[in-house]
Every structure is written in C-alpha cells, then in structure tokens.
C-alpha cells in the first residue's frame, strides 16, 4: 500500500510540473521585430558628427531603419524614416549642403509588404524628433505617441521648433519621466538616453534570441563613435550625452545585449539576418 501511495504521489507532481512547464511556456508572449529601410543618408560633411576636425574633408554613406514590433498587445512603430516626398529616383540635396537624402518606398508599400496596416499600430514611439526619424510619423494619429516629456514640452513650447512630420500626434500623447516598460512585461523597455536631444531615447526588445536587441537610436551615428565616444556638434548636451554612453554600455552589458545602430548600413544587414532567426 505504501508503494501505491508513494507512486501515486510521483505521479501527481509529475503531472504539477508538466502543468507548471505548460503555463511557462504559454506566459512567453511572441514577438516579432522588422527592420525597414527609411531611406539612405549621404554626408556630404562628417565633420558634424565631431565636436573637433576629426572628419573634416570626410564623407560617410549612413542607413536609416525604423522598425515595426509586433507584441501580442499591440504593435509598435519604433522611429519613421525620412519624408516620404524623398521617394523619387533623384537624392535630395538640402540646403545645409551636408546630407544627400532618398528613401525607397512608401510607408503603405513597405508595411503591406510584412503583412501590417497603419491600423495595426497602438504605439508610436521616436527615438527623438530629427527629421530623419519622423518622415512618416503623421500617419500615427490614431496611435498613442511614447515621448519623454522633456522632448514633448521642448515640441510644443516654441512653435518654431515644432517638426511637422509629427503635428498629428497629438490626440493621443503618453508623456514619460524615464524608461518605460511598453507592454508590462518587461519585453519591450524604452530607455531614456538623453544628449542627443533633450529626450532622446533607446529601445530594448526581448525576442526570446539567444541576446536581447537594442537600438541604439541616435546615441551614436556609427561604429568609430561608439569606440571613440564621438558627440555630434549639433547634439542638445555633451555631458548629457556622455552620461547617457556610459549608461547604454552598463545596460547593454548587464542584459548581454545584441546592439545595433540605427544608421549603420552593416547593422542594418546584421539585425534582418539576426531577427529572421525565429
Ligand atoms: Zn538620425
């Protein structure tokens, strides 16, 4: 009787652990992450992106991904692009005389193309306001906007400042004081990185790959700026930005990030491969 009971006991936490391993598994919620091309960045003059002659005389052909997550809360627009009026045959040369800028192909094209709908979207977030992570931000009005709220009251206080690619995100705005846990289940964070502009940010997204990825935004532009902590001549602070590096590496290396930047033509080729893992 007592080995009946005692194999009777094995069996019921046998079945408790596979129930146990059963509910783990349905709790891990799929996500997805796209990497889409926004258009392409000559720099005519990447002495810009030093506070000294590092680059003078130098130019540097930069990516411009945004990026579409897909949570089974809801889906997630991070950064948008350039303006869609740049998808011509001919680069746009603006007037500064330091960028040459194109884009590819529409919002609409690109997202039918992944199977997604500007409907689709719940969140839009930007990593900051420049006109390189805004082009198609108008689209998002039915989508509540993530923005620091430093960055959004830098927005609306002066008129003149006011980006227009981003005038319609307004009905809809979740204004934060630091990182932000989208979904609430720590999957995907937003990470206040301030420097580059007064509410610069940073996104984290566990896809449940062998390493979490993280954007790096504009934090840096491309790789010699990381290894040499370069700040662009245009960013909003020096120190701030300097802060926000070494904040960046402490948490990429606690989370044994995969990072990748934003404007680096590799790292645009490296995160497709790398997402398409799944
Ligand atoms: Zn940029």
Wanted: glycine share 6%; proline share 4%; hydrophobic share 40%.
């Amino acid at each position: 009787m007592k080995k009946i009971i005692f194999l009777f006991v094995i069996s019921i936490s046998i079945v408790g652990c596979q129930k146990a391993e059963k509910k783990e598994e349905v709790k891990k919620p799929e996500i997805k992450l796209f990497a889409l091309e926004g258009g392409s960045i000559l720099v005519k003059k990447l002495e810009v992106f030093s506070q000294d002659t590092t680059y003078t005389g130098q130019t540097k052909q930069f990516a411009n991904a945004y990026y579409v997550i897909s949570h089974p809360k809801g889906n997630l627009m991070w950064d948008a692009g350039l303006p869609e009026q740049l998808v011509v045959d001919e680069p746009f040369h603006e007037p500064s005389g330091v960028f040459a800028i194109k884009r590819p192909d529409s919002l609409v094209n690109q997202l039918a193309s992944i199977g997604f709908k500007i409907e689709d979207f719940k969140y839009i977030a930007l990593s900051h306001h420049h006109f390189d992570h805004t082009g198609h931000a108008n689209y998002f009005k039915d989508a509540t906007w993530l923005v620091q709220e430093n960055e959004y009251n830098f927005l609306a206080g002066d008129s003149t400042k006011v980006n227009p690619a981003i005038k319609n995100l307004t009905t809809k705005v979740k204004t934060l004081n630091g990182d932000h846990d989208v979904f609430g289940d720590g999957t995907v964070i937003i990470k206040s990185m301030p420097g580059h502009t007064i509410g610069h940010q940073v996104l984290y997204i566990d896809l449940g790959l062998e390493q979490p990825v993280l954007l790096a935004g504009d934090l840096y532009h491309f790789e010699e700026n990381r290894a040499t902590r370069g700040v662009p001549s245009f960013n909003y602070n020096v120190e701030q930005t300097l802060e926000s590096m070494d904040k960046f590496e402490a948490f990429a290396k606690e989370k044994n990030a995969n990072v990748f930047l934003q404007h680096s033509p590799a790292d645009f080729e490296r995160i497709k491969k790398y997402v398409n893992q799944k």
